[in-house]
């Protein structure tokens, strides 16, 4: 869960994602955008590669079993480390003729992809290493503190799952099974794996129509689907409208298969052990950039109709090709405001992703620090939360991450500098857009007997 800010490339879903540490999911710095490996001054080396895999292939070497590591040439002309995570045949090669399904080892899993013999240095191939006798022998090593360390770590974005069942989870959501999508004018490349049904196991792309999320395997199936959709907009109660932009409160038990088709959707670009299949308990707020020809879909945010918990929001996305627009921040915001609203404080559903919760921890802190700069006099973290709809606990560790908080006599006590709260309103960056209370017209969701 969390909405990651990225670059759009015009007609494409496909550009740099920011990471927290500067540079982009690709590798490059941010804002360097996405460079093919040359090809032209490559001849010698190619010619290398594969007179050293026709040798390969007569010692056995090839073709090369999953868990094998060995370097790759990337879409930035440049090796970098990875592991076979799968592999299959070429239907028009020869006997050890495949394609191998990688995970480059320095970055995130979504871009993991199929690539070619000759984008491998087969120079560099290690031994397949037999990885639980690897981590038996780690284990041993180790003191009991740095284990326990580990397997705090370990598991991070799926905090919820035992080992037994984070092993499955990967096994299973290993390979992408969906590489691109078409929605509207865009054309997206996918990040991870989505559960689609059976029958649509052998496409590598869908369609999509945008209005009501229903999903093609060829684009003439779209074209005539989109003759006979009457939509033009997402299926319910548009909730706030300014400008351009408009949020629709979808209703997972009256609009069910909107709600289980906008789920498929967005597992491809979240990478959570669930699939809510029950979206009857689910409201789904989907937030559209509107023009002449419709509402079209930006990103959305869920929320339980029913939260013991105090969750305001379940899962958040914002489509990569709207991305570093504000809109996750805008979300974020709007979940808040719904929050107060209905007279209550909130918290998004654990466990969050690490960008997700860079994406809260920023909200959190241009909120806080906002209303410490303005406020006179000492103010209680009780108050903050009232004030915010943040729940405590958020503004107690927001405050603690920065150094605004002791402990003095039992107590809390925040100590707001105002220089201090300068520097750190100046590095938390901008709010994005801001929500317009005054255009928000919504009542709270009551069970209708």
Known sequence: MGSIDTTPRAESGSDPISTPNGTTANGLPDGEGSVHPPAADATGALTENESLRKRMKGSGVLPLETGTRVMCRWRDGKHHPVKVIERRKLTCGGVNDYEYYVHYTEFNRRLDEWVKLEQLDLNSVETVVDEKVEDKVTSLKMTRHQKRKIDETHVEGHEELDAASLREHEEFTKVKNIATIELGRYEI????????????????????????????????????????????????????????????????????????????????????????????????????????????????????????????????????????????????????ELSKEEGKVGTPERPLSDLGMLSYRGYWTRVLLDILKKHKGNISIKELSDMTAIKAEDVLSTLQGLELIQYRKGQHVICADPKVLDRYLKAAGRGGLEVDVCKLIWTPYKEQN
């Open 189 to 336: 490349e996918t990040w991870y794996f989505s559960p689609f049904p059976p029958e649509y196991n052998d496409c590598s792309k869908l369609f999509f129509c945008e209005f009501c999320l229903n999903f093609m395997k060829h684009k003439e199936q779209l074209q005539r689907h989109m003759s006979k959709c009457d939509l033009k907009h997402p299926p319910g109660d548009e909730i706030y409208r300014s400008g351009t932009l408009s949020m629709f409160e979808v209703d997972g038990k009256k609009n069910k298969v909107y709600g289980q088709n906008l789920c498929y959707l967005a597992k491809l670009f979240l990478d959570h052990k669930t699939l809510y299949y029950d979206v009857v308990l689910f409201l789904f707020y989907v937030l559209c950039e509107c023009d002449e020809r419709g509402c079209h879909m930006v990103g959305y945010f869920s929320k339980e109709k029913h939260s013991e918990e105090s969750y305001n929001l379940a899962c958040i996305l914002t489509l990569p090709p709207y991305q570093r627009k504000g809109y996750g921040k805008f979300l974020i915001a709007f979940s808040y």
